[in-house]
């Protein structure tokens, strides 16, 4: 298979939509679709279901995204292996939430853009919880995360912060002194190392929670709990970096969960190609 067409592959199974698969690609939308049936001749099963409003991977689809990012990345490392005296050259992609790009990245990204002109960046926002995810599926290189509680073998991480958990009320929220978290709704994270946290507290206490809402992303939490959802748990960085942080109250009396360690992740493979590396080595400078 020609790493060009699993690529192509690639971009589409992240999309799954084949007109923006094929402007992402620049290809034309014939081309896309032929690369795409060159490919599933060559597997000898369909790749995609689709119909007129959706598209999905099948199951060969799936496991074929699996082996196209481990090649692509073997490439890749090869390629950058073979020109490891020259500049360090290649792409590479970095996922971060909204507000790790605020307060965590711009000295970082500023640095490596000057040091390293010849690498193109691809910076991917999203939910700071689905980055250790990115990670170790091969989907990105680099990622913003909060430590994991549990030591993942594949992947490495350097510290760059830490932030202390906060809870956080609406404004218009009247709460007791000693606030009574069975009773209390809550708008917590769908999953992460803050979820993790409160769930262990909650099992320790042996409260029985009453979870209002859950949500993807500390932006999007700081945004339910201001519209009045509920009760919520957020890093103080993300709160002190949000629009809405005036909006919102801390709450007091509130449970004492161990700090949020932000820091830089890569999956241990990674970081042998000379562009992942030269990030990880500069952050650890700075």
């Known amino acids: 298979m ?15 939509h084949f007109g923006k698969a094929s402007r992402a ?39 074929l995204l699996a082996y196209a990012r481990n090649a692509v990345q073997d490439w890749r490392q090869f390629q950058e292996s073979l020109s490891a005296e020259k500049a360090v050259g290649g792409t590479l992609s970095l996922y971060a939430s909204i507000t790790a790009v605020y307060s965590l990245l711009p000295e970082l990204l500023e640095a490596y853009r000057s040091a390293y002109p010849e690498v193109q960046l691809e910076l991917r926002t999203g939910a700071a919880e689905r980055a250790v995810e990115q990670v170790l599926s ?40 000693k606030p009574d978290f069975s009773r209390l709704p809550l708008v917590v994270p ?18 029985t929670p009453n979870i209002a809402s859950e949500v993807s992303g500390n932006e999007a939490l700081i945004a339910m709990v201001r519209l009045g959802t509920g009760v919520g748990i957020v890093p103080q960085l993300a709160l002190e970096r949000s629009p809405f942080r005036n909006e919102v109250s801390v709450v007091g009396n509130a449970p004492r969960l161990d700090p949020y360690v932000v820091g830089l992740c890569s999956a241990k493979r990674n970081l042998k190609r000379p562009a992942v590396k030269a990030m990880w080595e500069l952050a650890d400078r700075l």
């Open 2 to 16: 020609e790493t060009q067409a699993l690529e192509t592959f690639i971009k589409t199974a992240e999309l799954l």
């Open 25 to 63: 690609c620049n290809l034309s939308p014939s081309a896309l679709t032929r690369t795409i049936q060159r490919l599933e001749e060559e597997v000898g099963k369909p790749l995609f279901l689709r119909d007129n409003r959706s598209v999905a991977l099948t199951e060969a689809g799936n496991r």
């Open 138 to 177: 091969g989907e990105i290189d680099l990622a913003v995360a909060a430590l994991p509680d549990q030591k993942q073998a594949r992947m490495e991480f350097m510290p760059l912060a830490e932030t202390p958990l906060v809870f956080i009320a609406p404004k218009t929220m009247d709460l007791p002194r």
């Open 190 to 207: 769908q999953s992460g190392t803050a979820r993790h946290r409160l769930d262990g507290w909650l099992r320790k206490e042996g409260v």
